[in-house]
């Protein structure tokens, strides 16, 4: 399989007002592909002017599909899901090669999500129902739940079109319009959504896509007056500059951010399941999850037989090619990223650490790094601290349930945790302790998408998911009737 053999990914375009469109400017960029370096396509190069024209096609679509009933729209949503599904293996193939992550995982996590994420915010709105407060015999209160207009959408490359469309569905089924702005190292799969919006008959403007980098296409489109609301997922410090312009302009803002996960694995647990879901929880996608493990902290009484197992299982993954079926790590997302990967196993050297495996890049065209396990660290260490979000994960001892507690909660950060144990009321009590919006016990990223998600402190501010996504994209309105 080669870049030859799949047009769509050099053909990457603006989607504004239903056209799909160059940038005003006439400006490019080079799309690189990170199993090879090699330059597969160019990406619109967007400014102010093509956040304007979008921003405008979505406010002129909002009026009438805002008015538009939940069932039609639940119609169009789910159409959108049929096509998503019909087009999955083209999908899967052009996300391997855009992103480097292996074509299984995008076949089995990211394209199956971006189905569920229409089909359940298509179904959804179907179930909405709203609060009423009677004010004794005096009054009547009732809540009206009433979109927000035109909302701006910032994803991340990680999972590009899984976190799009985890925007976009519940977004639209709202009733808002909507302006995507994927990350400019991941464009493809968005344009490819468009035509997919377009063949299902979504009214033009309903959804639009800017591509374009974050400084200037990201940034006009969270400062546009027009714009009522952003939800952005992307990295902490990105965040902050985004909460910085959109908050004197009053928009609704949701962040999903960064995460230094925590794994915390007890002497009781089951350790055949703990190193084989741990494998995944630290390699999948390159590491490049938010949610993954990268902390992984051992009672004392099983570090060293966890160590061992651990490091076996990590020594048996397939590094290579993302488009081959058999390859379990692919590769990292740009030259840049690599860099900063294996500047933080330079540092974890530096800070004392031993690597028990993996630790250089490999020695191939594009940006290939092996998995690294890295043991000897103490929770003060910067590798302990800073998000590395590549396949690096550190394995540190601790002596009992308050110190595993303490380690977890270490960092800035509180995305996700996962929790091995088989005593069910240590689980309670840990789960209770640490400080994150995501806790797993026994097992990682099992996903209901009707469950509050995000972050705390750095990971975020506000949650998406179910209800709360739906709430995040309307305005509650009260109306009080005097009885
Ligand atoms: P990033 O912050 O560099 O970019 C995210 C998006 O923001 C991109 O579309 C980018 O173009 C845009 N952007 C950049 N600067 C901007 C600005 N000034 N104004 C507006 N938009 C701007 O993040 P990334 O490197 O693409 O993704 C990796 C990060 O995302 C990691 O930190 C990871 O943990 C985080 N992430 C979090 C979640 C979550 O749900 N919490 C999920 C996935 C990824």
New binding site residues.
Partial sequence: MTVASMPEVARVANFIGGELVDAAGGEHFDNICPSTGEVMGEVPDSDERDVDAAVAAAKRAFPSWSRTPAAERSTLLLKIADLIERDREQLARVESLDSGKPVSLARKLDIPRAVANFRFFATAILHESTEAHATDTTALNYTLRQPLGAVGL??????PLY?LSWKIAPAIAAGNTCIA?????TPVTATMLARIVTEAGLPPGVVNVVQ????K???A??CHPDVSAIS????????A??AA?AAPRFKKLSL????KNPNVIFADADLDDAVATSIRSSFWNQG????CGSRIFVERSIHDRFVDRFVAATKKLRVGDPLDDATDVGAL?SEA?LAKVSGYVDLASREGGHIATGGRRLDRPGFFHEPTVITGLTCDCRVLNE?I?GPVVTITPFENEREAIAFANSTNYG?SASVWTRDLQRAHRVASAIDCGTIWINTWLLRDLRVP???MRE??VGR?GGWESLRFFTEAKNVCVKL
């Fill in positions: 910032i994803s991340p490359w990680n999972l976190l702005k994927p990350s400019e190292l374009g980098f974050g400084a296409a990201g940034r489109l969270t952005f997922t992307g990295g902490t410090v990105t965040g500059a985004v312009n999903e951010l960064g995460g490049e999850i938010c949610l997302i990223h998000e979000f995305l998600f995000g972050g990971s975020g998406e």
